[in-house]
């Protein structure tokens, strides 16, 4: 293993420290990948790359270290908090396809409130109630104060209206 204070690790010739680095890369590598795979959620080919870096920083680490598994799960802990917050700042951007349907869904929204605006206040709201609110003629005749066969007589009247709107470009 490596010695325990930065000016040591000068002293070992070239081919004894690749193999020292070479056997703690061995020792230590499935334990820090199990901490960020199972311990964070890492996916497994950002855990392999998260063991890696955490022993090149081992290895451009100037400070004496004592309890090398330590440090460097230690490490791994804080590499894998790092990367999971970096994913959370990270937003996906929609597609062509995605931001044309919003583009039509928003227009759509924009003509139906355009529209709605056209028809008298009961109409709209025996509208609201019939299809917004789940209310069957009974309950929207209830609700407004008036018999079954008139709020039958607004919600048709409001449809109407509205499909003569849309379709013709009428407003009557």
Known sequence: MFPYHAGAREELSSSSRASEVEALY??????????????????????????????????????????????????MCNA????LRRQDRYVELPSEEELRLV???GTHLMLAGRLLSTIPAKEREALRLRFFEGLDHKELAAALDTTERYAQKLVMKALSKLRRWFIDGERK
Do not use: M
Not at 37 to 66: N, T
Not at 80 to 83: G, I, P
């Open 26 to 75: 061995r020792e230590h590598r499935t334990l820090l990948y199990f901490v960020a795979k199972r311990k964070f959620g890492v996916p497994s080919h950002d855990s392999e790359a998260l063991v890696q870096d955490v022993f090149l920083a081992y290895l451009q680490c100037d400070v004496p270290i004592r309890n090398i598994r330590a440090w460097l799960v230690a490490a």
């Open 80 to 83: 894998s908090r790092h990367y």
């Open 103 to 105: 583009v039509e869904t």
